[in-house]
């Protein structure tokens, strides 16, 4: 059953894409979060000249999101350019983890409009988290 994307979520992800500061890919990315409170965090994708110091979109909302107070993810839209689209890296995906549950809904858009909805679950399956580390024996 898919769920329906919160109001202002796509837009949110689409303002925070025009400010990425991509110039080693030009690959801009935004991404927006909607947390238990109502509110909605963006990020976008801050490259570096030293590459693998560069961020991700998601893992820049996500950090907005906690810094606010927010400890849930209840759906995350992530925006890339028209004619592509990006589903989340890995280490996004373990990051998304952390926050949400099996079923929150991750909107995968381009400025096209072009829509493609996944279950966290789905993207990472038989995943480890945090009540992997509370003790069972
Ligand atoms: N990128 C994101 O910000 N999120 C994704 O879901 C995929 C990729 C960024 C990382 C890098 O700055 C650029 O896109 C190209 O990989």
Redesign the pocket.
């Known amino acids: 059953m898919n769920a329906v994307i919160h109001t202002g979520l796509f837009e949110a992800a689409c303002a925070a894409q025009e400010n990425a500061y991509?110039p080693y890919?030009k690959?801009p990315?935004g991404?927006a979060v909607l947390g238990e409170s109502g509110n909605i965090y963006v990020g976008c994708?801050v490259?570096n000249a030293s590459y693998s110091a560069?961020t991700?979109?998601?893992t820049s909302a996500i950090a907005a999101m906690v810094a606010a107070g927010d400890r849930k993810i209840v759906q995350i839209c992530?925006v890339?350019k028209t004619g592509s689209w990006?589903?989340?890296?890995g280490g996004?995906r373990q990051k998304i983890r952390e926050l949400g549950q099996v079923d929150t809904p991750v909107f995968v858009c381009n400025t096209d409009g072009r829509q493609e909805q996944f279950l966290l679950g789905d993207l990472l399956p038989s995943s480890f988290g945090p009540e992997n580390l509370e003790t069972t024996t």
């Not at 990006?86 to 890296?89: G, H, L």
Request: charged residues 10%.
């Open positions: 991509a890919s690959f990315v991404a994708n490259e560069g991700c979109a998601e992530v890339c990006a589903p989340p890296c996004c």
